[in-house]
């Protein structure tokens, strides 16, 4: 009969007493996605002398977390897994400490430089006109700059707009997609990710957001456009909307 697996997360510069129950909470959220299957590993206990967090892993999820973590280490790792590695060392970082992912027996599994690493190369905040494209969620405030929410897909776009934008904007409310050009704000955070700060609202345009059928009859309805020579025109449109690779 296979048995459970412990694995140890030991960190360099915390004890038990020292460690906010706060963080220590994070520390363990993310161990748990670092681990994968939830439900088959279990927190145990925390030990003396360094902060030495120990998991149990259910013999039946012990072969994929083992191969989770061997992932980690030849540089294929699952998304969520990597992003719990990022977040375990920025913690680390954070702390001034390192840390070691270890099997029962004391083996090293991976090794976290956490405040040993370089600090990351920053840039400061810089302004540059721009394109943002989506559906108008929300429009409305009291000040002479008003919040102008887009919806593109799981991303809001956070914008802001003038009083007679806004009133321009308001008409498609929950409408069709629009594309709004303006001067936006970016800066870039400690992961090396780009992240609009602000984005001010200075023109628009509504897209067009009928089927792609019909857009392709449209097409070949004109004259000399080269549309009605074109086999699969909805196909040649999905291709040029980067939808999908043209055949």
């Known amino acids: 009969m296979n048995e459970q697996r412990e694995y140890r997360f030991v960190i360099d510069a915390c004890s038990p007493d ?28 925390l030990e003396e002398g360094s902060a030495v967090l120990v998991q149990r892993v259910e013999p039946e999820a012990a072969p994929d977390v083992k191969e989770r973590l061997h992932a980690l280490q030849q540089d294929n790792p699952p998304d969520d897994a ?4 990022v977040a375990l060392n920025r913690y680390l970082a954070d702390d001034n400490a390192t840390g070691i992912l270890q099997e029962g027996g004391g083996a090293d599994v991976i090794r976290f430089p956490g405040g040993e690493e370089p600090a990351p190369v920053t840039f ?5 006109t721009g394109a943002l494209d989506g559906v108008l969620i929300r429009i409305g405030g009291r000040d002479d700059t008003v919040p102008a929410h887009l919806r593109d897909g799981e991303t809001i776009h956070l914008c802001n707009a003038t009083r007679e934008m806004a009133r321009r904007l308001a008409v498609h409310l929950y ?45 070949r309805d004109v004259e000399g456009s080269g549309w009605k020579e074109i086999e699969d025109p909805t196909a040649e449109l999905r291709h040029l909307r980067g939808l999908e690779e043209a055949h």
């Open 124 to 128: 400061g905040a810089f302004n540059q």
């Open 18 to 45: 020292t460690l906010p129950m706060a963080r220590l909470a994070e520390y363990m959220g993310e161990l748990a996605r670092l681990l994968g299957t939830p439900d088959q590993v279990h927190f145990v206990r």
């Open 82 to 85: 990597a992003k719990a590695f």
């Open 175 to 219: 409408g069709p997609p629009l594309r709004v050009h303006g001067n936006g704000r970016w800066e870039r955070d400690a992961d090396g990710d780009w992240v609009m700060k602000r984005f001010n609202i200075t023109s628009f345009d509504v897209l067009d957001d009928a089927p792609l059928g019909e857009v392709a009859q449209r097409l």
